[in-house]
């Protein structure tokens, strides 16, 4: 069923902020690091929280053919303009990649809470009590959903979607990261070629507008690591990269008291990343000790789209 939604907006490029990444597969990255780039830090984790293991890759293929936006660029056009390119830097903090929002029109600080569905290996399942704790608190937040999660959840999704509270945005096809060369992270092998960015970023983009009816503009890569070449595709496709700079659950495996420790470290302007597709796990039980006093401190909670930077 086709669910009305308001246009994701577009917006300028976002200072990039250092941070670990988990996403939707924790652990540390298995491929080397790109020469004299920084790589990925347990420091950044709250404090007595260790990086647990790498989740197996995902299966399937991507799509054969992924039909062309009509205003933007069709899948032969990005392997002619970026063929045999090759990157020079990769992770979750890249120029282009937007990890602030602005204040906009907000009296007060504001934060941007996001939240990954992953879908596959990288689980089915729905948080509907962090959810139901996001309504309750009237928490706008930005959902990013893979389309193997949206396939298993097609009820939840129409609820969702359905929902002001929440903007939905893209998180790919098959939740790899994004990579010209096949560069993993976390144990998932990347994209292979700019052939196979397009696919893993317009197969879901494309579902989603069937779905939604206005474009999604947002996306955030499997993992959300991508290489610099990558990050120039998704630009050239009319999409905005997201990262975050607040690590809020790890991947869905912190404590409720880990949770809330990371979203101590939230400052003006912050995007912060959990995840909703692992229910029983810390994040909604420490969302709940996090939120109310980032009210009582004078934040809101704002839509990424709404107040890029």
């Known amino acids: 069923m086709a669910v009305a939604r308001r246009t994701l907006l577009g917006g300028a490029l976002g200072a990039g902020l250092g941070s670990l990444l988990v996403g939707c597969s924790p652990g540390r990255p298995t491929s080397a690091p790109v020469p004299g780039q920084p790589s ?83 689980g089915d399942g729905y948080d509907a009590a962090l959810v139901d704790l996001l309504r309750a608190e009237q928490a706008r937040a930005t959902l990013f959903l893979n389309s193997r999660w949206i396939r298993a959840n097609p009820r939840v999704f129409e609820d969702l979607a359905a929902d002001p509270l929440f903007d939905i945005a893209d998180h790919g096809t098959r939740h790899v ?5 096949g560069r993993a992270a976390y144990g998932i092998a990347g994209t292979r070629d700019p052939g196979e960015v397009y696919d893993e970023v317009m197969g879901n983009a494309l579902d989603l507008e069937r779905r939604l009816h206005p474009r999604t503009t947002l996306v955030r890569s499997g993992t959300a690591h991508y290489d610099d070449v990558a990050v120039r595709i998704v630009r050239d496709l009319g999409l905005v990269p997201v990262g975050f700079d607040v690590n809020g659950d790890a991947g869905a495996t912190f404590s409720p008291r880990q949770v809330q420790a990371a979203m101590r470290t939230v400052r003006p302007g912050s995007v912060v990343i959990g995840h909703l597709n692992h229910p029983g796990r810390g994040t909604a039980a420490g969302m709940a000790l996090a939120l109310p006093r980032l009210r009582r401190d004078g934040y809101s909670f704002v839509h990424v789209a709404d107040h890029l930077a």
């Open 40 to 122: 990925a830090s347990p420091g950044s984790l709250p404090p007595g929280s260790a990086p647990p293991g790498p989740t197996a890759p995902p299966t399937g293929s991507p799509p054969a053919t992924v039909p062309a936006r009509p205003t933007a660029l069709s899948r032969d056009a990005v392997r002619a303009r970026y063929d045999g390119m090759s990157p020079t830097r990769w992770g979750t903090d890249l120029p282009g990649v937007t990890a602030m929002v602005g204040a906009g029109s907000s009296p007060g600080p504001v934060v941007a809470l996001t939240f990954d569905a992953c879908g596959g290996r990288g």
């Open 177 to 181: 990261p994004l990579s010209v060369t």
